[in-house]
């Protein structure tokens, strides 16, 4: 997911609650603060996994190919997104601000 984010739009990512080493493992992986299945077609599903990260830069560095009309939104502005979320991310999105304002993120 880091590579990801630095590839795709030039950000530096770092988790939140990332797990501390156990029993000897070093590659302990990130923990989401949510996670769903939802189906597409009755062959398809996708699995979706919810991380909380905190940026070094809100500058995004991501060709117009890869990421059209971004901007960064805060607990008001969630409802007023056009086009709109659907209930589920609109939740989904709610609790994770919600969360980064209780961890002073």
């Known amino acids: 997911m880091k590579r990801e984010a630095k590839e795709e739009v030039g950000l530096d990512i770092n988790f939140v609650h990332y797990p501390v080493e156990r029993r000897g493992n070093k590659k302990e992986f990130a923990l989401p603060f949510y996670a769903n299945r939802h189906t597409i077609t009755q062959d398809h599903s996708h699995y979706c996994l919810f ?49 980064g304002e209780e961890l002073a993120l």
């Open 51 to 99: 991380y909380l990260c905190t940026i070094n830069s809100t500058k995004i560095n991501a060709s117009e190919k890869e990421l059209k009309g971004y901007r960064w939104v805060g607990l008001d502005d969630l409802e007023k997104l056009s086009p709109s979320l659907n209930e589920g991310d609109l939740f989904t999105c709610r609790e994770a601000l919600k969360l």
